[in-house]
């Protein structure tokens, strides 16, 4: 058995290889590339507090005209 003959990853199939790997992230996961290697990391989500939202300010067609003509 001679051992320079390796089994190793071709050229050709290493954008495969990356493609599968990009395909296959989650949410919050990214692919970073830096000094010729990639690294896959994973942002933790937050938690969210959710509640109703506050009541709108009631706005008339006055002041709706007067802002217009202020922006225009």
């Not at 590339?33 to 006055?62: M, T, W, Y």
Request: no cysteine.
């Amino acid at each position: 058995m001679d051992f320079d003959t390796r089994i190793t990853t071709g050229e050709r199939e290493i954008p495969k290889i990356r493609a599968g790997a990009f395909f296959r992230l989650k949410q919050g996961e990214f692919i970073i590339h830096a000094d010729g290697e990639d690294k896959k990391v994973q942002f933790k989500l937050p938690k969210i507090q959710r509640e109703v939202p506050q009541e709108e300010k009631q706005v008339s067609n006055a002041d709706l005209e007067a802002n217009f003509e202020k922006i225009y």
